[in-house]
């Protein structure tokens, strides 16, 4: 029997209980050793002994990104929100609620502008909380309105990728968001302005087959997964066994089709960088 909960009045027991929360410690996936939360956080969400990446929350990232974690955000515009009318074991519409109120974003691309080491960007955020940060019509006119923004500020547009691929609830107009970020993307070329995309795990399905591998130049974290169909369906497909490290991020960097691997601790000054040579402005001091 449990004397604290039969015998212990209610008002006593609410003092001899504490209530610890469950996300104290987080389980690196890689070795599976344990870490404090606040020393994951304080090191960008990296394990510390395994150099694991870890999923970061979006605001952590644009705080760590930008100058002294001072950056405007850009509005997205409003869209239909459930154009289809989809329902499979609830309605989209409610789907949409519950993420809205659990990310406190309308959708699953956030939009900012600021400075990174002196060097004015704007930067677009797909957060994988949000539906897996699936591309659906909020989240392509987000990343066209960046698009968009950069070229009107004529500034260079970074963003960080992580989906799951094309939002299925909103059928062919999820995958109609392909060629028109694709047509965004030819704007910025016209432009003459430095588009560069930063691969975070995992960046799949429909946002890899167009915006994710357009860039001027293609970064990836440390581990991350890139491709197109996952790695099981092209072995079934195929019926061949794939080799070891398929579709991370550092065998892309050996086959050609990423650029280079950063570390998170690196991203910021590499960023600033690349973007202080391609816009042929010298770096700040």
């Known amino acids: 029997m449990n004397w604290i909960s039969n015998v212990v009045p209610p008002k006593i027991r609410s003092f001899l209980r504490r209530e610890t929360p469950e996300n104290l410690w987080v389980k690196c996936p890689d070795s599976g050793e344990l870490v404090f939360h606040k020393d994951l956080e304080h090191n960008l969400h990296v394990v510390p002994s395994s150099g694991y990446h870890m999923r970061m929350p979006v605001k952590q990232r644009l705080d760590a990104l930008f100058d002294e974690a001072r950056y405007e ?12 009318k989809f329902r499979d074991v609830k309605r989209y519409a409610d789907r949409l609620k519950e993420y809205r ?3 406190a974003s309308p959708d699953a691309v956030r939009l900012a502008a600021g400075t990174i080491e002196g060097v004015e960007v704007v930067v ?8 897996g940060g699936s591309l659906g019509l909020a ?3 987000a990343i066209i309105t960046g698009m968009t923004a ?3 500020r004529h500034v260079p547009f970074i963003i960080f990728t992580a989906s799951g691929g094309a939002r299925m609830q909103e059928g062919i107009f999820s995958l109609m968001q392909m060629p028109r970020t694709t047509l965004l993307v030819q704007r910025l070329r016209a432009a003459k302005l430095p588009y560069v995309v930063v691969l975070t795990n995992p960046t799949t399905g429909g946002v890899t087959a167009s915006y994710a591998m357009l860039g001027d130049v293609h970064i990836a974290e440390p581990g991350a997964v890139i491709g197109f169909a996952g790695a099981r369906v092209i072995e079934q497909t195929i019926r061949e066994k794939l080799p070891p490290g398929f579709q991370r991020a ?3 960097r050996e086959h050609g089709m990423v650029d280079m691997v950063v570390a998170r601790k690196e991203m910021r000054p590499t960023l600033a960088r690349l973007c202080s040579v391609l816009m042929h402005r010298p770096a700040a001091a």
């Not at 955000?73 to 239909?80: C, G, K, R």
């Not at 677009?124 to 539906?131: D, R, S």
């Open 250 to 252: 550092e065998y892309l």
């Open 124 to 131: 677009a955020v797909q957060n994988f909380e949000f539906m």
């Open 150 to 152: 950069a070229i009107d």
């Open 139 to 141: 989240a392509g006119e």
């Open 73 to 84: 955000e850009l509005a997205t515009p409003e869209v239909p929100h459930d154009p289809l």
């Open 101 to 103: 109120a659990k990310t």
